[in-house]
């Protein structure tokens, strides 16, 4: 009896010309979680594509549960028993639960007027299996968190019967507790035969939560490996084609009190979301910026850079001069810059050129006063690109057509050439693979021994200390404590982060 779902042969795509995947060929076996792991630009997307009926294949052999098959449809994948649910999540938020589970296979009666109510009980059914019956059918999704938008997309995928479920950074946007909750799920959706394929640039959940794990470089397959017999360094030398070894070696400061103060902050309070925040920027400093989801991180961040409202208590100086940052405009011509957590939705003009990305902000700067001149635009663009080794065919290309990571160098570029005294990051690797974030931890390490100074937010704790010269820990909007790079570890961090440790110092 054969007991694989999925078998892959020689599998080629092409777009235009140029082959996106080089004769993949790989397997799934029945009810186990499968990993996918590789760089930007190794071929995830574009295999999870093929897989779903997104993209069919230019040429090679597909069989999926013993049968031959080419998919040209996501219908079609979603027949035969495939699931995708894509790491921005498809749903209609203006529909109900029930509305998206059934969405264009509605159930209707003899005069075609839709059943409702049978698909709000059927729903039901459904959520209750996954152990989620308090989400309601007749809910709508906008009302949802995205954990549970996630399980929407979960009860969808097996309210279709689906025999390999497709889960493309599925905890990118979860909290710690989600991400927990979530394994459940999956673990359970194992047990009942179900594959599961799970693509992450989190290489510690590849470890926690799969049975295999496949390597994707340059559109080719590299290697697939039982998750319990590799390790991280492992998987990251393969998916670079090199020895891993992406941890910086940063000279951390030693000298942090006898330094230049250039931002001081005192009883910072955003109404509802920080309160009575108070500390001190050192130039050319790293200071890492830790807490929970939703303990007032990037509030911070945004009131620093004069997004957020404050109070009329609060005050910041910049340079030993009070400052009163009312609107970005305020900050920028401050020196602070500040690049977001979002870069698709809050950092990019995506259908804007990676050109006009860089120089949007410094456009006045250039065209001084007269007309911005293209030759200058140009010049400043392709210096940066050359500086921050950004991988574009051409400075003219669509920003949204790059990688992750290039996108991010783009953002960066584009502060840099305002020579900010300032440089707030919110989650600067996020959805970024290994390789691109060594790159990004070098710039980061190259612009504080620059003199920069840099407030680095970041929610995953290794980051934070292989970067940062002090950590600061926040907790519910307050301020938990502020660590020295020698003092600082996970636990410490954590006793500080965790509601346990309130309590306690309270």
């Keep these: 009896m054969d007991n694989h779902i999925c078998r892959m042969n020689n599998i080629v795509k092409k777009f235009s010309g140029v082959t996106a995947l080089k004769g993949v060929s790989f397997d799934v076996r029945k009810g186990e979680i499968h990993a996918v792991i590789g760089e930007n630009g190794a071929g995830k997307s574009t295999l999870m594509n093929v897989l779903s009926g997104v993209s069919p294949q230019t040429s090679g052999e597909y069989e999926f549960d013993g049968r031959p098959v080419h998919f040209t449809s996501p219908l079609q994948a979603q027949h035969a028993g495939v699931a995708m649910i894509h790491q921005e999540l498809s749903l209609a938020r203006a529909m109900t639960v029930a509305e998206n589970i059934y969405q264009g296979r509605e159930l209707k009666n003899k005069l075609g007027f839709i059943k409702g109510k049978e698909m709000a009980a059927l729903s039901k059914v459904v959520l209750e299996q996954l152990g989620v019956g308090y989400i ?29 479920v497709i889960m493309d ?35 510690e959940e590849v470890l926690e939560i799969s049975d295999r794990v496949t390597v994707l470089r340059d559109g080719a397959f590299i290697k697939t490996l039982n998750t319990a017999e590799t390790n991280l360094y492992e998987m990251i030398s393969l998916m670079v084609g090199r020895d891993a070894d992406d941890t910086i070696k940063r000279g951390f400061l030693t000298d942090i009190g006898d330094r230049e103060v250039v931002l001081e902050v005192g009883n910072l309070t955003v109404p509802g979301k920080v309160k009575n925040v ?9 200071l890492g910026l830790t807490g929970l989801v ?25 340079n030993g001069k009070p400052v009163r940052l009312r609107h970005s405009s305020d900050a920028i011509r401050a ?43 140009s010049g400043i663009a392709t210096e940066y690109v050359n500086t921050l080794s950004i991988k574009t065919p051409t400075i003219k290309q669509l920003v949204s057509n790059l990688s992750g990571g290039n996108q991010q160098k783009t953002i960066i570029a584009r502060w840099l050439m305002q020579e900010p005294r300032i440089l707030l990051m919110d989650e600067p690797t996020h959805g970024i693979d290994v390789g691109a974030k060594a790159e990004i931890y070098a710039l980061i390490d ?12 970041s929610s995953e704790l290794p980051e934070v200390l292989t970067m940062s010269d002090r950590i600061m820990v926040m907790h519910h909007g307050e301020l938990r404590g502020i660590l020295s790079h020698d003092e600082a570890d996970q636990v410490e961090i954590m006793k500080l982060t965790l509601d346990s440790a309130a309590q306690e110092s309270a």
């Design 294 to 318: 939703g303990a007032g991180r990037s509030e911070l961040l945004q009131a620093i850079f004069g997004v957020e409202s404050v109070t009329a208590s609060t005050s910041i100086s910049i």
């Design 169 to 203: 950074e599925p905890t990118s946007a979860l909290t710690t507790g989600e991400i927990k909750f979530l394994f459940g799920i999956m673990e359970a959706l194992r047990e009942e035969g179900i594959s599961i394929l799970f693509i992450s640039h989190k290489l």
């Design 136 to 164: 309601s059918p007749h809910e709508l999704v906008k009302n949802l968190s995205i954990s549970q938008m996630q399980l929407v997309e979960i009860a969808k995928a097996l309210s279709l019967n689906a025999k390999m």
């Design 446 to 457: 190259q612009i504080a021994r620059s003199g920069v100074s840099v407030i680095l937010l």
């Design 335 to 377: 020196g602070v810059a500040l690049i977001p957590e979002n870069r698709k939705e809050q950092g990019l003009f995506l259908k804007m050129s990676v050109c006009d990305n860089m120089t949007i902000v410094h456009a006045r700067a250039i065209a001084g006063k007269g007309f911005l001149s293209a030759q200058k635009t």
């Design 278 to 286: 108070s500390f001190q920027l050192h130039k050319g400093e790293i």
